[in-house]
């Protein structure tokens, strides 16, 4: 499995950004994780191919949406509201089995920056 993420940026607090992650290869699930300076990868949304549900980190809940095109298998992260405490590198993860944690998922795209300024 390939992933290819994209969309990274600067963007004001309250600001929006979309990620945008290219998967080649058979996943069942694909998300997005991220990770601060100084801090641990840390699940932020995952959703399942076979129904298109979402999970979420409480921490984003109600501001990020992930959503999948399973004809161009893209995944999307899109980030409204932002904070300055979202700034991170975000990964694109894939796995097929459900995660919520960096340590259960075998399959990762480069990190793409998001900075989020106050």
């Known amino acids: 499995v390939q992933l290819q993420a994209s969309g990274g940026g600067l963007v004001q607090a309250g600001g929006s950004l979309r990620l945008s992650c290219a998967a080649s290869?058979?996943?069942?699930?694909t998300g997005w994780f991220r990770q601060a300076p100084g801090k641990e990868r840390e699940f932020v949304a995952r959703i399942t191919w076979s129904d298109g549900s979402a999970y979420y980190a409480d921490s984003v809940k109600g501001r990020f949406t992930i959503s999948g095109d399973n004809t161009k298998k893209t995944v999307d992260l899109q980030m409204n509201s932002l904070e300055p405490e979202d700034t991170a590198v975000y990964f694109c993860a894939a796995d097929q089995f459900p995660f919520d944690t960096s340590k259960n998922v075998r399959n990762w795209g480069q990190g793409t920056l998001v900075t989020v300024s106050s």
């Open positions: 290869g058979r996943t069942y699930f």
